[in-house]
């Protein structure tokens, strides 16, 4: 699993940035993403994936110390549901050169469609 540090590092290594912008930036991303959700409001990046919450229904559980049965109220979830170029990066394996030109691609479709 990457850290925090290993996303600021890897930002800052691939843009200009500096490595105190490259975790400002992720910051405010995480920040963005958080406030968004918890608005109600889900987030969509274009072939990357889309930030929501769903409400997870009323269940019976149990105690796991008395295994008594313990109702558990409804909950509001956050979820991550991944893009096509995500979910195709991960089953082919593709370089992170092809994923940027398959989401680009993509991107490119997407705008003349709507064109």
């Known amino acids: 699993m990457a850290s925090k540090q290993e996303l600021i590092d890897y930002?800052?290594?691939?843009?200009?940035?500096s490595k105190v912008n490259a975790a400002k930036a992720i910051n405010a991303f995480?920040?963005?993403?958080?406030?968004?959700?918890?608005?109600?409001?889900?987030?969509?990046?274009?072939?990357?994936g889309t930030f929501e919450v769903r409400k997870r229904a009323a269940r019976v559980?149990?105690?796991v110390h008395?295994?008594?049965?313990?109702?558990?109220?409804?909950?509001?979830?956050?979820?991550?549901?991944?893009?096509?170029?995500?979910?195709?990066?991960t089953k082919q394996e593709l370089s992170d050169e092809d994923m940027?030109?398959?989401t680009l691609s993509n991107?490119?479709?997407?705008?003349?469609?709507?064109d």
């Not at 008395?66 to 990066?89: M, T």
């Open 100 to 102: 940027v030109i398959e």
């Open 11 to 17: 930002v800052a290594d691939r843009t200009e940035l």
């Open 107 to 114: 991107m490119i479709l997407e705008v003349q469609q709507h």
């Open 66 to 89: 008395s295994r008594e049965k313990i109702l558990v109220g409804e909950q509001n979830i956050p979820v991550f549901r991944a893009g096509k170029a995500l979910k195709l990066a």
């Open 30 to 48: 995480v920040e963005a993403i958080t406030y968004y959700i918890s608005e109600g409001t889900p987030v969509h990046i274009s072939n990357f």
């Open 61 to 63: 559980s149990h105690d």
